[in-house]
């Protein structure tokens, strides 16, 4: 065949074309494995961090069965159900989901005697999804650590709800008000209320208010389906 015809380009053009998309295909296929093991240690690091424990990607796993004692998914009345693996419910799927069918999962901890509830949270940055998970302690009242991340919000700005000083603000913040109504947590434009932990509000990042309403929503919105559950793990906040 001619090397210079148009056919010998087109039919070699295809030739390439398949290979490549093969090599490409087989890769992927191949890497599969490692990225879902990779996502599932990251998860189990976010959420021992919100509880004061920090794993290595060799003893996430282990330190995960140390100290999560249940896993549990509610429905959106806050009943358990145990038609899901609460560990693989992923939010971002449910979240397209009618609200009556969605899945929450719910993450029980032990830390030295010490009982924690660790809620996934899913929400709405400026430019795309933010993400992450929120510990309370055994009052159901208590932050004991946040943790967030997000897809696409601005570097130096939104993208800074990453960041270690940002999320140790809502370190024994509280999400009840001082009647017993629940509130969240508001990342507030222009705080003054320096260490106060009883406002139910942390200082925002300077040029990311979009962002910081976002995490307001996102934290009031996830937690309010808990709240049946947790009221009934706990007496102590009244929850109206």
Do not use: C
Request: no cysteine; net charge negative; glycine share 8%.
């Amino acid at each position: 065949m001619n090397r210079d015809s148009n056919a010998y380009t087109f039919i070699f053009a295809t030739i390439m074309v398949v290979v490549v998309a093969s090599a490409l295909a087989f890769a992927a296929t191949s890497l599969q494995p490692k990225q879902a093991a990779n996502i599932k240690i990251e998860k189990m690091q976010n959420i021992l961090s919100t509880i004061g424990v920090t794993a290595t990607k060799e003893d996430a796993e282990e330190t995960y069965k140390k100290y999560i004692t249940e896993e549990v998914a509610l429905n959106s009345k806050g009943e358990v159900v145990t038609d899901v693996d609460p560990f693989k419910v992923d939010l971002a799927k449910e979240l397209k989901k009618d609200e009556e069918k969605q899945r929450f999962p719910l993450y029980i901890a032990d830390v030295e005697g010490k009982k924690y509830y660790v809620i996934p949270l899913r929400g709405a940055g400026l430019w795309d999804a933010i993400w992450g998970y929120i510990s309370l302690e055994d009052d159901v009242n208590t932050v004991k650590g946040a943790v967030f991340d997000h897809k696409g919000e601005t570097p130096g700005l939104g993208g800074e709800i990453t960041q270690a000083w940002f999320q140790q603000r809502f370190q024994n913040e509280k999400i009840y008000d001082e009647s017993g109504n629940f509130v969240g947590i508001t990342v507030q434009k222009g705080y003054s209320g320096g260490d106060n932990k009883d406002d139910n509000a942390v200082d925002a990042i300077s040029g990311a208010t979009i962002t910081g309403n976002g995490v307001t929503a996102m934290i009031h919105n996830r937690l309010e389906y808990y709240l049946p559950y947790l009221k009934e793990q706990n007496t102590k906040v009244a929850l109206k």
